[in-house]
């Protein structure tokens, strides 16, 4: 199969998960001359629940305006619609745009798939895998032509691929599965092993409109698989792959180490059909590559070689960083900006997104710019505020208005940022244009000051090298939020609900950030240890000046805040 260029095993899998339902996805289209600098502003907000606009709210919801650790977004502008996949609610929400200006003019949802009604929420509607479920949507594509919408169902181990040439009605069938021999199977690779029409944890999805080809992150299996879809049928094989040899090889690198032609549970996907480049981010789970592969496949040949990496040096090198070249090891979702040669990377563990120049591109090269911090050296998350994420996963540009839409996982909402140059022309100090063009204030449109949710504190907060501390915490959830959670302290272990208090003894200086997750959400808090030596002078190390503590409310989210606890001990 050729690519044409145009103009136009289960412990991974369960780390896929934690991580997927934490994180945010990256669809694009192009910038043109839209305005983007460095750690700017939100311009609007959903999820934050029915016509409100409050960036403070990181809470996750089950209502029509709400959302649960959500994966891609994807702008229909010609059957104007904005669609989400909201994982951690089993379902894809239909939010109506208006057909003029092709922006919301609320935001709430007017359909849904996966599920019968807005108010349910179990994974295959609290039964078994069906046509009309799913368990852990994460990813979406869409195909113009035959108006085909396929979604990556996670944990069922298939791509549903729902035919909307007739409209959305909620609850609706999908026409055709792949991955399965039907729609009642879910076992990751059939229940056998890796073959050319199996998959195992399907992280993303894309569609390439040239050829009618649908391209497959499969993850557990380590690789990247094509599909004819000119004609589906249910359970095809793929024709292509990328990452191993052949169709029955399933080891991560190969089963050695990284190289030129290995994969490491790949997430992200990108086409540039100017070059006829894939980009492939390896980034499902916590020991990936922490890269970004880069493959010509104008004329693909099964496990070829890339081209050239980003995110690392060389073919060889691993590891994840926080630098203006380098990638944390979760990046769920890319997106290539054609007109302005412009790649999005959802660097999800360091809670950004990083924008290379693709126009000529160099191995290890420099981001240009970044979202979601002020700095390129910055990977911890201050909370919800406008200009921050927590887990990014994917996002989607709409070149009509020029929004970029960004999925924030674990702060459970999308977050749109206005890049034109006329956000706010006509508005009064403090007020916005809405998706609908009206003036509004900037905030939800109410003042309310709560008090800290979460509070920390070290006794004593200067110590000589080699006393001991005591790092204490309080978490105050609101009360119709309330439930058990469970404090993750780096190097120290997991600690439930009953322990508020551990002791430390660090040998540098340290602020100890604390991150409080619970099926609801997540809030945040801080302090700092002071550590001198036996003359009075302060020890400091670059190295290891954060750690973070993370809270989950079951094993579900205590493998996530685990996971996020370690990767953010530099």
């Known amino acids: ?11 991974t899998l369960f780390i896929i ?21 460095d750690g700017m502003d939100a311009s609007y907000v959903v999820g934050a629940g029915s016509g409100t606009q409050d960036f403070t709210n990181g809470f996750s919801g089950t209502s029509s305006s709400e959302f649960t650790s959500p994966g891609e977004a994807l702008v229909d502008t010609v059957n104007n619609r904005v669609l989400v996949a909201d994982a951690g609610n089993n379902r894809v929400l239909i939010f109506n745009l208006n057909s003029t200006t092709k922006k919301l003019d609320d935001y709430t949802a007017d359909n ?67 991955g399965q021999a039907d729609f009642s199977s879910t076992s990751g690779n059939r229940g056998v092993s890796a073959a050319a029409n199996t998959v ?22 380590h690789r990247v698989l094509f599909y004819d879809t000119s004609s589906i049928i249910n359970g095809e094989a793929a024709t292509n792959v990328l990452g191993q040899a052949d169709f029955t090889s399933s080891s991560s690198n190969r089963g050695g180490s990284a190289g030129q032609n290995t994969l490491h549970s790949p997430a992200g996907l990108a086409f540039d059909s100017s070059t006829s480049y894939l980009y492939v981010a390896e980034g499902a789970t916590p020991t990936s590559n922490a890269r970004i592969m880069i493959f010509d496949v104008s004329s693909i040949s099964d496990g070829e070689n890339a081209i050239n990496v980003l995110g690392q040096p060389d073919f060889v090198t691993t590891g994840a960083t926080t630098t203006q070249s380098g990638l944390g090891v979760i990046l769920p979702g890319l997106f290539i900006d054609e007109t302005n040669n412009r790649l999005f990377v959802a660097d999800s563990s360091n809670a950004r997104i990083m924008i290379f ?40 540009f709409e070149t009509t208005n020029d929004y970029l839409y960004v999925a924030d996982g674990l702060l459970s909402r999308i977050l749109i940022f206005d890049l034109s140059s006329e956000e706010s022309e006509g508005c009064p100090s403090g007020q916005i244009l809405n998706a609908g063009g009206v003036c509004t204030p900037s905030s939800s449109g109410f003042s309310y000051t709560h008090p ?3 509070t920390a504190n070290i006794t004593p907060n ?15 959830w609101p009360t119709d939020r309330q439930s058990n959670y469970y404090m993750k302290v780096p190097k120290n272990g997991i600690y439930s609900h009953k322990v508020n208090s551990i002791t430390i003894n660090p040998e540098y200086t340290t602020t100890y950030n604390l991150a409080s997750i619970n099926m609801w959400g997540a809030n945040f808090c801080n302090t700092t240890v002071t550590v001198l030596d036996e003359e ?22 205590r493998a996530i805040t685990s996971f996020f606890a370690r990767l953010f001990v530099r």
């Open 112 to 178: 849904v798939l996966g599920q019968a009604d807005f108010t349910s929420t179990s994974a295959n509607r609290g039964g078994s895998a069906a046509t009309n479920t799913f368990s852990g949507v994460r990813s979406l594509a869409w195909d113009a032509s035959s108006q085909y919408l396929f979604a990556s169902d996670l944990t069922n181990n298939r791509i549903l691929v729902f035919d909307l040439s007739g409209g959305i009605t909620d609850g609706m069938d999908a026409t055709y599965v792949l």
């Open 357 to 396: 120049d693709v126009s000529s591109i160099s191995d290890g090269e420099n981001a240009i710019n970044v979202l979601g911090q002020s700095d390129f050296i910055t990977g911890m998350s201050p909370g919800a505020t406008q200009s921050s994420f927590f887990a990014p996963t994917f996002s989607y």
């Open 536 to 557: 009075g002078t302060e020890l400091t190390s670059p190295n290891n000046s954060y750690l973070s503590a993370s809270a989950g409310s079951n094993p579900f989210f």
């Open 462 to 476: 200067t110590i000589t090298k080699g006393e001991l501390a005591t790092l204490s915490w309080n978490i105050n």
């Open 1 to 11: 199969m050729k690519i044409k260029s145009t103009t136009s095993k289960q412990t």
């Open 17 to 37: 998960l934690a991580i997927s339902f934490a994180t945010l996805f990256l669809p694009l289209t192009s910038l043109q001359a839209a305005t983007l600098t």
């Open 452 to 454: 800290p949710l979460c």
């Open 200 to 221: 195992f944890g399907p992280e993303e999805v894309h569609y390439i409109s040239s050829t009618n080809t649908l391209v497959v992150s499969d993850a557990v299996n």
